[in-house]
Antibody, heavy 120, light 107 residues
Framework: QITLKESGPTLVKPTETLMLTCTFSGVSFSATGAGVGWIRQPPGKALEWLALLYWNDDKRYSSSLKDRLTVTKDSSKNQVVLTLTNVDPLDTGTYYC????????????WGQGAMVTVSS | AIQMTQSPSSLSASVGDRITITCRASQGIRSDLGWYQQKPGIAPKLLIYAASSLESGVPSRFSGSGSGTNFTLTISSLQPEDFATYYCLQDYNYPFTFGQGTRLEIK
């Protein structure tokens, strides 16, 4: 059974760097095309895809955020880390990590989400 | 980036109704599309993958169809637990993009 859980700060000041950790279990690192994605949702708004990290360390990013966004993994800790630099109040929202399944590429298991507020 | 346009943005319906939600891609995406259900305060849940494949454990009243640029999600007979917001997501190419969502409300 695959599980994921996001953790990190709930409040970040403008211009600071946000780091969120996705801790997972039950995944297969050998599955081709599988990985972890990040998705966020501003309050009352739609989902926005942010990034995807494959187990082979290939990384893909949102066009609008690629200059501020980085995803890395620590396989020994079963963690994927999202780093967003120079945050703005518009970065406020719930951040989800989700498992991308091998083969069909669906995001089949999601974390519960982490609410982050950017405010001074 | 590929734009995904969902319609309608909101929909009122009754228990037992059949409803259809549409998602249109700005360019062809083969069948690389999924549908997700989200209830308030809860993470999205995968319903349909590869445009028409029903995720394990999802009731058979949900179905998806389409390929290329036009896709639909159909709920054949609405149940009380189906009132939620629905999103499509294209994973044909990067960056992946969601539709703006369809809020399904009880009439």
């Amino acid at each position: 059974q695959i599980t994921l859980k996001e953790s990190g700060p709930t409040l970040v000041k403008p211009t600071e760097t946000l780091m969120l950790t996705c801790t997972f279990s039950g995944v297969s690192f050998s599955a081709t095309g599988a990985g972890v994605g990040w998705i966020r949702q501003p309050p009352g708004k739609a989902l926005e895809w942010l990034a995807l990290l494959y187990w082979n360390d290939d990384k893909r990013y949102s066009s609008s955020l690629k200059d501020r966004l980085t995803v890395t993994k620590d396989s020994s800790k079963n963690q994927v880390v999202l780093t967003l630099t120079n945050v703005d109040p518009l970065d406020t929202g719930t951040y989800y990590c989700a498992h991308r399944r091998s083969g069909d590429g669906a995001f089949n298991v999601w974390g519960q989400g982490a609410m982050v507020t950017v405010s001074s | 980036a590929i734009q995904m346009t969902q319609s309608p943005s909101s929909l009122s319906a009754s228990v037992g109704d059949r409803i259809t939600i549409t998602c249109r891609a700005s360019q062809g995406i083969r069948s690389d599309l999924g549908w997700y259900q989200q209830k308030p305060g809860i993470a999205p849940k995968l319903l349909i993958y590869a445009a028409s494949s029903l995720e394990s454990g999802v009731p058979s009243r949900f179905s998806g169809s389409g390929s290329g640029t036009n896709f639909t999600l159909t709920i054949s007979s609405l149940q009380p637990e189906d009132f939620a917001t629905y999103y499509c997501l294209q994973d044909y190419n990067y960056p992946f993009t969601f539709g703006q969502g369809t809020r399904l409300e009880i009439k």
